[in-house]
């Protein structure tokens, strides 16, 4: 998908996100984040509005952010406590922010967002130059599932109510493993349009991006519970360390 840049995301979707992008795991993804970092520094990649960063940084966490989109982060600033985070304004694969970190993490499928293995492969190289020796790099992604899916290609009715019809639209392309997805709103007033454009990978592709920055699997789990990870998970939480 063309003229997809960092900041896009937040242009069609900062208005709405904390309302419509609720994935119903934040409690949890925070629960265990924060059980891990202690008094560490930590840097969330594609901060967004706060879901995350805010609930650790009102527990106490040292936590920065970089996001794409000033839009998002504005919505950020304007939350309780959203002025007091430092975040830089960049694309997340050059993690180019100063210092160093004992955690690092990357919800939400967010990895995907990405669009090409480049620059996956440079987010991993660029987070590992980060990270302190013994730190860890924490991974949530989908499982990628073709399920519906005929000629590389489905629609999903989203929601329908008397009002309005919210589809989903995908094509795939598996040589490079992206996935175009256009959510098409349609009410009485309009059609409103929201693409995202997604390159999705499995998780032993993962593993080898973090080796290849020099950084081993630590930990994969099949949800925030810490519960395995099996054939049948959806998504993984996979946590990476930098060897000491
Ligand atoms: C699905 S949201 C996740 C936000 C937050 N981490 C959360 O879990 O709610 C994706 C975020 O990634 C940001 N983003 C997407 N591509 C980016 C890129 N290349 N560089 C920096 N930020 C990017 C968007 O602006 C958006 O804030």
């Known amino acids: 998908m063309d003229n997809f840049e960092p900041a896009t995301f937040g242009e069609l979707n900062a208005d709405d ?3 419509l992008h609720d994935p ?4 949890e993804t925070v629960a265990l984040i924060s059980s891990m970092v202690g008094t560490g520094r930590v840097l969330e990649l594609a901060i967004g509005t706060g879901r995350i960063a805010l609930p650790l940084a009102k527990g106490g966490c040292d936590i920065s952010g970089i996001d794409g989109s000033p839009d998002m982060v504005a919505k950020l600033r304007d939350k309780p406590g959203g002025d007091k985070i430092p975040v830089k304004i960049g694309d997340f694969a050059d993690v180019d922010i100063s210092g160093t970190f004992d955690h690092v993490f990357l919800v939400f499928n967010t990895l995907f967002n990405l669009q090409t293995q480049d620059d996956q492969v440079r987010c ?4 590992a130059k980060r990270l302190n020796p013994g730190g860890t790099f924490l991974i949530e992604a989908f499982v990628p599932n073709f399920t519906g899916f005929t000629e590389n290609q489905r629609v999903k009715t ?6 309005s019809v919210w589809l989903e639209a995908v094509q795939h392309d598996p040589i490079n493993q992206n996935f175009d997805f256009q959510r098409i ?10 693409p995202l454009p997604l390159r999705y990978a499995y998780p032993a592709e993962i593993n080898l991006m973090a080796r290849l920055a020099g950084l081993r699997l630590k930990h994969r789990w099949g949800n925030w519970d810490r519960s395995a990870f099996t ?3 959806t998504f993984h939480i996979s946590v990476y ?4």
């Open 17 to 19: 996100y904390d309302e």
């Open 24 to 27: 119903g795991t934040t409690d």
């Open 124 to 127: 991993f190289a660029n987070t």
């Open 158 to 163: 989203k929601r329908v109510d008397a009002q």
């Open 185 to 194: 709103r349609i009410t009485e007033a309009g059609t409103k349009l929201v």
């Open 231 to 233: 054939a049948d998970s």
């Open 241 to 244: 360390e930098k060897p000491v």
